[in-house]
């Protein structure tokens, strides 16, 4: 399923090819992501292709730095991110995404990153 996404401002078009339409859709708990407060979707890093605007996007890391977050630094929306549970595939701001009503999916189920297995201590 191939979708168009957005930053608010369009200075920021993304073309992005979901794993598994919306069925991957799904929110986070860690620190970033639950203040974010973004419903993320499954995109596999060579279904994702900058249209518009990618010396324009901005990036946040922190931690471990394998999470890379990207965002439009005008308008401030998330548009996607390199995961740290899954470095081979990108999550999507399905609230970004042309023609979705995030409101619309019901319940969305929630990943456990305040215990991702990165940031527990080695034995």
Known sequence: MTRKLTCHCGAVE?????????N??????????????????SVPLDGLTIV????????????TGVAKHYFCPTCGIYTHHQRRSNPNEYGVNVGALEGVNPSKLGEIPWSDGVNHESDQPKP
Do not use: P, Q
């Open 14 to 22: 993304l073309k992005v090819e979901l794993s598994d339409g919306l």
């Open 24 to 41: 991957t859709a799904r929110r986070c708990d860690c620190s970033y992501c639950r203040r974010r407060g973004a419903i993320m979707a």
């Open 52 to 63: 518009k605007g990618a010396d324009h996007i901005a990036l946040y890391t922190w931690g």
